[in-house]
């Protein structure tokens, strides 16, 4: 089956705008995360969706930072007023949700560049 | 404050020989560890995972080793393959919690 995709694969960005990143999960996936990994770094936790529960945001860096899961399926990280600290490749997991001690399946990321 | 640490960014070895990369936690609420290896351009892929109630967990090539009183685990390859050569990414939950706490990473490179 499909597994996790996420779009655009890369966004070029100038200082100020405004992205929009898409993530589809695994059909049936609960649970929807959203990580970060800048340059030298490892994967910094975003957010966490699991079904219509309200989402853990508690990750989230800015309050230019959101995102939304509409429908329990497709997810979108929007970052508003981007700045060049913003650039990074945005990876979105899903799974069961049923505790972190199922695997998450992720997709091949978003590489976004501020310029 | 990264809490868990891979402090070596990268790994050459023979094929054939046995590939142990480290990691280090500071959390001792962790009582879940999981490997995953990523290839460029795609997202991580979980290798092997251990609970804090065991100190060895093997899968073939794969074993991962945890020392609860040093926090540390690593993860034995052997024999490394051409094929094994990827970053690793060590990571740690802690029970209630929603997310993965991941390292910043081994590159991993075995020499044909």
């Known amino acids: 089956g499909a597994g996790v995709s996420q779009s655009p694969s890369n966004k070029v960005t100038e200082k100020g705008k405004d992205v929009e990143l898409r993530c589809d999960p695994i059909?049936?996936?609960?649970?929807l995360y959203w990580y970060r990994q800048s340059l030298g770094q490892g994967l910094e936790f975003l957010i966490y969706?699991?079904?219509?529960?309200?989402?853990?945001k508690s990750g989230l860096p800015s309050d230019r930072f959101s995102a939304e899961r509409t429908g329990g399926s497709v997810s979108t990280l929007t970052i508003q007023r981007t700045q060049q600290e913003d650039s990074a490749v945005y990876l979105c997991?899903?799974?069961?949700?049923?505790?972190?001690?199922?695997?998450?399946?992720f997709g091949p990321g978003t590489r976004l560049t501020v310029l | 404050d990264q809490q868990v640490k891979q402090n070596s960014p990268s790994l050459s070895v023979q094929e054939g020989r046995i590939s142990i990369l480290n990691c280090d936690y500071t959390?001792?609420?962790?009582?879940?560890f999981l490997w995953y290896k990523k290839y460029p351009a795609e997202g991580p892929t979980f290798l092997i995972s251990?609970?804090?109630?065991?100190d060895k967990n093997e899968d073939g090539r794969f074993t991962v080793f945890l020392n609860k009183s040093a926090k540390h685990l690593s993860l034995h390859i052997v024999p490394s393959q051409p094929g094994d050569s990827a970053v690793y990414f060590c990571?740690?939950?802690?029970?209630?919690?929603?997310?993965?706490?991941f390292g910043t990473g081994t590159r991993l490179t075995v020499i044909p």
């Open positions: 997991a899903s799974n069961l949700g049923l505790a972190t001690y199922n695997e998450q399946f």
């Open positions: 059909s049936g996936h609960t649970a």
């Open positions: 969706f699991q079904g219509n529960s309200a989402p853990d």
């Open positions: 959390n001792s609420m962790f009582d879940y």
């Open positions: 251990i609970s804090s109630i065991k």
């Open positions: 990571a740690a939950s802690a029970t209630g919690a929603n997310n993965l706490f």
